[in-house]
C-alpha cells in the first residue's frame, strides 16, 4: 500500500436549514377542559364545592372551588402552606360538622371553612374508615393494613387531634371504608368483617372504646330510628328476594327479624331502606311487584306508599317528596310522592332514548334528572338533562342550544336552587356552567381552565398514503384520526368509556408492523390497518390483553387467553393455536403463557406469571423450556415479570425479584439452558440500546456492554450516557450536563467519539434533552429545552459532527402529555407539541431538501444514497463495488475521500422536486471523481494561490509548501466548481488533497 500524505478535513460554515413548519391542525379549537366531577363535590345550603383540574383531566393539579351561583363568588380555595402542593384528586366521603366540612383526599386530612383549607392530619399508611359525630364531639376511625391497628381519634376545635385508642385486630380487615356505622344513644358503632362480623363500639373515651363479635349482624349500611339500627341481612336466594329487614339495639339479644312476611309473601325482598318525615321507609319486592312501602316500627306492619313500578335510576327524598323514575316501554316517567300513596303523582315523561338509568336531583324549588344512550354498557352521543319548575318540563339545551354536555358523568351537582354541570360551547373547553331552568340563568359561571385547547395529537404509524394518529377534537373523546398530509379527519370513533374523560374515548395501547400493514391495539381490541386505507376488526382473534404480537415467519404470533401461543394471518380462517400447553409435563400451570419476544429465528416466551422462560418455533414439537425461575428465600420476592430486550442471537431481559423496591436483576438467553444465565450486574441499571448483537446499558452511572455471557459484560466507560438510538451501524449517545448536551457515537468496536456540543441557547440555566427520535436510515432528531425562556429548540442531525442543525423551535413550549411523538412520512415530519396558542396540537415540519448529509464511513457494498441537498463524501469506497450518489442539489467530496480501483462511481443530482433534471451528470470514471460541473472556460474563478492563503486551508498550504520544498514528486492541480464553493484538488504523486473556497455573491 502506498504511503498516503497527512490529509486535512476541512469545515465549511453550514447555514441552518430552511425547514418549514407548522402547526398541522389545530384539533382541540377553544380554551383547555376543566375536569369537574360530581364524585369530587359536595354542596351546604346554596353553596357547592367541587373539585376540579386545569391540566386536561390526568390528575395532576386538583384542587377545591366555590361557588354560591354567580361568577363573583367562584373562588379557589385558599390552601395552608401544609396542604399547597396536594394533589386533591381522590373522591372520598366528607363530614359536615360546626359550620366546616372535614374530608380525606389523597392521605390529608383537612378541614374547609369559609374560603380555607386547613391541614389536619396525615393518615400515612392508615385508611380512612370513617368520621363522626358524638355528644357534641368529632372523630374518626382509621386503619392501618401493616400493623393490623385500628385507630380512634378525636378533631378538636382547633383541628389538632387526639389520639382516644389504638385496637389490634385479630385478623387484618377484609373490607374497609365501604360502611357508614350508627349512633343509639350515647354510642357510636362501626361493623368490622373480621373473619366474622365484630362491632367497635366506643362512647368516645378509652374506657368506653371496645371491640365484641356479634354474627347476627351484617357487614351494610345502618339506618338509625329510635332506639334500634335497621339494616338488611342476606337469607340467600335472588337478589331481589335475597336481603330482609332486621333491627338491632347493638347487641345480640336484641337483633332479630322485624318482619317474615310483607302481604303474605314470606320471599320478599327488601333491597333500599331510607328515612323519611321521621319514618321509615323501603323499597320492597314483593309478589313480584317493585313497590315503595312505609313500616310502623311500633306493630312491624307495612304499608304501600306507590303502586307498582319499574325502578329505573335513583331515588330522592327532597324537600319532604320522594322522587324516583320507572321505565314504560319507550317512556320514562318520573313520579313525586308525598310518603302516601294517594299524593304518587307523574310530573314529567321523557323519552327512554334506549338510554341508561336516570339520574334526579332536587333543588328547592326545581327537580333536575337527565339520561345518557348506552349501548352495551357504553355511553353514547351527549348527555340530556331536564328541568322541572313545578309546572313545566324543559330541556337544558334548549335553553342554552350552542352547548356541548358530554357525558352524564359531567353532572356536577344541586346546591339552593341551582344545577350545576360541565359543558363545552363553542369558545371554551369543558367548563363549569350553571342552569336554574330558565335560558337567562344558564350560562358558563367561570372558565377555569384558561389554557389553549389541547388535542394531545399522538401520531401512530403511516401505511400507504395515509399517516394515522390519535387525538380528541373536544366533541368525540381521544380517537382515531388520518391524514394524507392534505385532508385530515376523524377516521374512527371506538368510543371507549375512559373515566378521565368527559366524552367517552378511546385508549391506544401499542402497534406492530405487520407485512405491509399495521396492527394495532386499541381499547384491548386488536385492528389492521392495510395499504388501501382500510381498518379491519380482529376481535375473532384471541389476543390476552397483555400480549404483545409478533411478526414471524409471515405471520403474527400472539398469546391467547387460553394461556397459549396462537398466530393469524389476520383473517379468521388463518388464526389458530400454534402451540398447546397443557398443565402437565410441557405445561404452562395455571397462569398461562405471558411475555412473547422475536430474536432471530425463534419465538421466546414465558409461563407462570414469568417465572418460566421458554423458546420455540411456532410449532409444538420445536417448544422447549429453558428456565424455571425459583421465587426466592424472602417473603419480598415474588413471580418474575420479563421485559425483553433483544439482539439478532441474545434474547435479553430484566427480572423484577422485589416489586416493592424494583430491584431486578439482568439475565441473558442464547436459546440453551445453559446458556440462559444471569448477568454480573447492581441493581441501578437502564438499557441504552443495542449494536453489533451487544446490549449497552447503564450500571452504576456508568456505561457497560454486554453479549450474552458473563465474560463478555463489564464496564467500557466511567460516564453516564443517557439519549441513546441506533443510526446506521452506530450507536448516537448524549451526556447531559447542566448547560450543556454533548453528543458522542459508539462504533462496532467500543470506541466513544466526541461529535459536538450544544450550549443552553439563552446561556441563563440548565437545559433538558428528549432523547432521540430516528426519522429513517438517515436523520435522527431531539428536542432541547430551555427553561428560562420556556424553549423548546429541535435538532436534526445524520450523525455525524458537522451536520447537527437546529431545525425550529417553539417558544414558551414544552412537551405535554405523552411528550413528543415523531412520524415521518411522505418528506413530513409529523409530532406532538406544544404552544401556548393552540395547546398541543398536532404539527408538521416539511422535510423534503435537508440541506447536507456525510458519508463519512467506508462503503463496502454496492449502494445507492439519496440524501439531501448536498452530500459531503468522505469515504472510501472499497473494490470492485458500484456506489451511486443521487443528491437533491450537489455532491461534494471531503479530503480522504477515494474510490479504489475496479469501481463505478456515479453520480446525480435530482433536484429538491425529486424529479431528474438535464443537470444530471453520470460518471464512471473513478479517476476522475467528478460530482460537479467542471470549469473550463470561466474567466474569473480563484487561482491555487487563493485556495493557499485562505485561513481554514493552511494544514494545506503547510503540506504544499513541504512537498514543493522536498520536489521529490510532481504535484499538479485542478480547480471545479459546486454550487456555493469552489474546489482544489490538489495532486501531490498519487495523493489528492482536496480544499475549498465559498463563492462570492
Known amino acids: 500500500m502506498k504511503k498516503k500524505l497527512p490529509l486535512l478535513f476541512l469545515t465549511i460554515a453550514i447555514v441552518f436549514p430552511a425547514f418549514s413548519q407548522r402547526i398541522f391542525k389545530d384539533i382541540a379549537q377553544g380554551t383547555d377542559n376543566a375536569w369537574i366531577f360530581n364524585s369530587g363535590s359536595f354542596s351546604s345550603d346554596d353553596t357547592l364545592y367541587f373539585n376540579a383540574d386545569t391540566v386536561n383531566g390526568y390528575g395532576y393539579s386538583y384542587k377545591y372551588y366555590r361557588t354560591k351561583g354567580t361568577s363573583g363568588t367562584t373562588i379557589d380555595l385558599k390552601y395552608d402552606d401544609l396542604l399547597r402542593n396536594v394533589n386533591m384528586w381522590s373522591t372520598t366521603a366528607y363530614h359536615k ?151 338491632s339495639k347493638g347487641d345480640s339479644l336484641s337483633t332479630q327479624k322485624v318482619i317474615n312476611s310483607i302481604d303474605g309473601d314470606e320471599t320478599y325482598g327488601v333491597y333500599s331502606i331510607f328515612k323519611f318525615r321521621n319514618n321509615l321507609y323501603m323499597l320492597a319486592y314483593v309478589n313480584n311487584q ?185 366533541s368525540h373523546g381521544y380517537e382515531i384520526w388520518r391524514t394524507d398530509g392534505v385532508n385530515t379527519f376523524l377516521y374512527a370513533d371506538l368510543n371507549y368509556v375512559n373515566g378521565n374523560t368527559h366524552v367517552p374515548s378511546s385508549t391506544y395501547r401499542s402497534h406492530q408492523k405487520f407485512g405491509n400493514s399495521y396492527v394495532a391495539d ?34 403474527l404470533y400472539f398469546m391467547g387467553t387460553d394461556g397459549n401461543l396462537w398466530n393469524t394471518d389476520c383473517t379468521i380462517a388463518g388464526t389458530k393455536k400454534a402451540v398447546h400447553l397443557d398443565s402437565t409435563g410441557n405445561g404452562t400451570g395455571n397462569w398461562g403463557a405471558n411475555d412473547l419476544i422475536k430474536v432471530d429465528t425463534l419465538l421466546y416466551f414465558t409461563s407462570n406469571s414469568g417465572s418460566v422462560l421458554w423458546k420455540t418455533n411456532g410449532k409444538k414439537n420445536g417448544t422447549t423450556k429453558l428456565f424455571t425461575f425459583l421465587s426466592g428465600n424472602t417473603t419480598n420476592v415474588q413471580h418474575s415479570y420479563l421485559y425483553p430486550f433483544a439482539t439478532e442471537k441474545i434474547f435479553y431481559f430484566l427480572r423484577l425479584i422485589e416489586p416493592y423496591t424494583s430491584k431486578y436483576e439482568l439475565w441473558a438467553s442464547n436459546g440453551t439452558a445453559s446458556g440462559t444465565l444471569k448477568l454480573p450486574t447492581d441493581n441501578f441499571f437502564s438499557v441504552l440500546g443495542t449494536l453489533n448483537n451487544k446490549i449497552y446499558f447503564t450500571n452504576n452511572n456508568s ?74 436510515e438517515r436523520f435522527i432528531l431531539n428536542s432541547i429545552t430551555d427553561f428560562n425562556p420556556q424553549e423548546e429548540h429541535f435538532y436534526i442531525t445524520d450523525g455525524n459532527a458537522e451536520n447537527i442543525k437546529k431545525a425550529f423551535l417553539l417558544k414558551k413550549a414544552f412537551p405535554n402529555i405523552g411528550g413528543y411523538n415523531f412520524l415521518f412520512h411522505n418528506k413530513k415530519i409529523y409530532f406532538s407539541a406544544v404552544d401556548t396558542l393552540k395547546g398541543q396540537e398536532l404539527w408538521v415540519l416539511d422535510f423534503d431538501c435537508p440541506d447536507g448529509y456525510t458519508v463519512r464511513d467506508n462503503i463496502t457494498k454496492d449502494s445507492t444514497i439519496v440524501y439531501g441537498k448536498n452530500i459531503w463524501g468522505q469515504s472510501i469506497i472499497s473494490n470492485n463495488k458500484t456506489i451511486t450518489y443521487d443528491a437533491k442539489n450537489g455532491i461534494i467530496l471531503q479530503p480522504g475521500f477515494e474510490v479504489q480501483k475496479g469501481t463505478v462511481f456515479k453520480t446525480k443530482m435530482i433536484g429538491c422536486t425529486n424529479t431528474y433534471t438535464t443537470n444530471a451528470i453520470e460518471d464512471s470514471s473513478p479517476s476522475k471523481n467528478e460530482p460537479l460541473v467542471k470549469i473550463n472556460n470561466s474567466k474569473r474563478y480563484p487561482q491555487l494561490i487563493d485556495f493557499l492563503n485562505y485561513y481554514p486551508n493552511k494544514s494545506l498550504k503547510d503540506t504544499y509548501e513541504q512537498a514543493e520544498r522536498n520536489k521529490l514528486v510532481p504535484i499538479t492541480s485542478q480547480i471545479v466548481t459546486g454550487n456555493d464553493v469552489y474546489r482544489l484538488d490538489l495532486k501531490i504523486g498519487s495523493s489528492i488533497l482536496s480544499g475549498f473556497l465559498p463563492k462570492k455573491n
Not at 409 to 417: I, M
Not at 526 to 551: C, R, V
Open 290 to 474: 317493585s313497590r315503595i312501602s312505609r313500616l310502623d316500627t311500633n306493630s312491624s306492619t307495612v304499608t304501600h306508599v306507590s303502586n307498582a313500578f319499574n325502578m329505573y335510576g335513583n331515588m330522592l327524598t327532597a324537600k319532604n317528596k320522594i322522587y324516583y323514575a320507572s321505565r314504560e316501554n319507550d317512556i320514562v316517567n318520573i313520579y313525586e310522592n308525598d310518603g302516601d300513596i294517594s299524593s304518587e303523582r307523574i310530573i314529567a315523561s321523557i323519552p327512554a332514548i334506549d338510554a341508561g338509568p336516570t339520574f334526579i336531583m332536587a333543588g328547592e324549588t326545581k327537580v333536575y334528572f337527565g339520561q345518557q344512550k348506552n349501548n352495551g354498557g357504553v355511553p353514547e352521543g351527549d348527555a340530556v338533562y331536564w328541568v322541572y319548575d313545578g309546572f313545566t318540563v324543559k330541556k337544558i339545551t334548549d335553553l342554552k342550544p350552542d352547548i356541548i354536555l358530554g357525558s352524564i358523568s359531567n353532572v356536577v351537582n344541586v346546591a339552593g336552587d341551582i344545577f350545576y354541570f360541565s359543558a363545552s360551547d363553542s369558545q371554551h373547553g369543558y367548563e363549569l356552567w350553571k342552569t336554574d331552568g330558565t335560558a337567562i340563568g344558564t350560562y358558563l359561571l367561570r372558565d377555569i381552565n384558561t389554557k389553549s385547547a389541547s388535542s394531545f395529537a399522538r401520531p401512530l404509524f403511516s401505511v400507504g398514503n395515509y399517516a394515522y394518529f390519535m387525538a380528541d377534537d373536544i
Open 703 to 776: 456505561l457497560w456492554q454486554s453479549d450474552g455471557t458473563i465474560a463478555g459484560t463489564f464496564q467500557i466507560d466511567e460516564r453516564s450516557f443517557s439519549g441513546c438510538i441506533k443510526l446506521r451501524d452506530k450507536l448516537y449517545l448524549s451526556l447531559i450536563n447542566d448547560f450543556t448536551v454533548e453528543y458522542y457515537e459508539l462504533d462496532k468496536n467500543n470506541t466513544i467519539h466526541y461529535l459536538n456540543s450544544i450550549t443552553s441557547p439563552s446561556n441563563s440555566g440548565p437545559i433538558g434533552f428528549s432523547g432521540f427520535s430516528k426519522l429513517d
Open 522 to 555: 386499541i381499547n384491548y381490541t386488536h385492528y389492521q390497518f392495510t395499504p388501501d386505507g382500510n381498518m379491519k376488526d380482529l376481535s375473532f382473534a384471541p389476543f390476552y390483553y397483555f400480549s404483545i404480537p409478533h411478526e414471524y415467519k409471515n405471520l
Open 97 to 247: 360538622y360546626k359550620g366546616a366540612i372535614y374530608g380525606n383526599n389523597n392521605g390529608q386530612i383537612f378541614r374547609i371553612k369559609n374560603d380555607s383549607v386547613k391541614f389536619v392530619m396525615n393518615l400515612s399508611d392508615s385508611y380512612r374508615l370513617g368520621f363522626f359525630d358524638l355528644n357534641n364531639q368529632l372523630f374518626f376511625l382509621s386503619y392501618n393494613s401493616s400493623t393490623q391497628i385500628l385507630e380512634l381519634r378525636r378533631i378538636n376545635p382547633d383541628i389538632t387531634t387526639n389520639l382516644i385508642k389504638s385496637i389490634y385486630l385479630p385478623d387484618p380487615l377484609s373490607q374497609y371504608g365501604q360502611n357508614t356505622g350508627f349512633t343509639l344513644g350515647n354510642k357510636f358503632y362501626y361493623p368490622l368483617n373480621i373473619n366474622g362480623l365484630y362491632l367497635m363500639s366506643t362512647d368516645g373515651t378509652p374506657e368506653g372504646t371496645t371491640l365484641f363479635q356479634n354474627n347476627r349482624f351484617v357487614d351494610l349500611s345502618y339506618l338509625s330510628l329510635g332506639s334500634y339500627a335497621y339494616f338488611q341481612k342476606s337469607e340467600g336466594g335472588p337478589f331481589w328476594y335475597r336481603y330482609k329487614l332486621w333491627k
